[in-house]
């Protein structure tokens, strides 16, 4: 089966474990081997295998390591480059809401700046 936008949470976890179990056969080894080499308890390789949802990033990350898998969450989630543009433009966006108030003129107004150097009069 393959692993889309169309397949529900359950769907993708069970297809998850059935390709992990497939590596783990094809590479001959036992559960427990997996388990024992991956520091997580026989019955978490057997839930993981499942693609039962209580499964933990802190045991799959482990045993795609015993199984020399690891490399494929690199692949799957390759690290995004921000360009220096993209960091400011977050930056001004973040900076929504006027930052301090200056000023209380006499006429009972409030000047207000914002992140970006824009004045409010109220």
Same mark, same amino acid.
């Given at each position: 089966?393959?692993?889309?936008?169309?397949?529900?949470?359950?769907?993708?976890?069970? %297809?998850?474990?059935?390709?992990?179990?497939?590596?783990? &056969?094809?590479?001959? @080894?036992?559960?427990?081997?997996?388990?024992?080499?991956?520091? &997580?308890?026989?019955?978490?390789?057997?839930?993981?295998?499942?693609?039962?949802?209580? +499964?933990?990033?802190?045991?799959?990350?482990?045993?795609?390591?015993?199984?020399?898998?690891?490399?494929?969450?690199?692949?799957? @989630?390759?690290?995004? %480059?921000?360009?220096?543009?993209?960091?400011?433009?977050?930056?001004?966006?973040?900076?929504?809401?006027? +930052?301090?108030?200056?000023?209380?003129?006499? +006429?009972?107004? &409030?000047?207000?700046?914002?992140?970006?150097?824009?004045?409010?009069?109220?």
């Amino acid at each position: 089966m393959k692993i889309d936008d169309s397949l529900g949470t359950q769907a993708v976890l069970r %297809e998850l474990g059935e390709r992990i179990r497939q590596v783990r &056969v094809a590479s001959g @080894l036992k559960q427990d081997e997996v388990a024992k080499c991956s520091g &997580v308890s026989r019955v978490a390789v057997i839930r993981l295998e499942r693609g039962e949802g209580s +499964t933990k990033l802190a045991t799959l990350i482990p045993v795609l390591r015993t199984l020399r898998l690891l490399h494929a969450l690199e692949a799957a @989630l390759p690290s995004q %480059e921000y360009s220096p543009l993209q960091i400011a433009d977050q930056e001004l966006r973040r900076q929504r809401f006027p +930052t301090q108030v200056r000023t209380r003129k006499k +006429t009972g107004t &409030v000047t207000k700046t914002w992140g970006d150097g824009t004045k409010i009069e109220r």
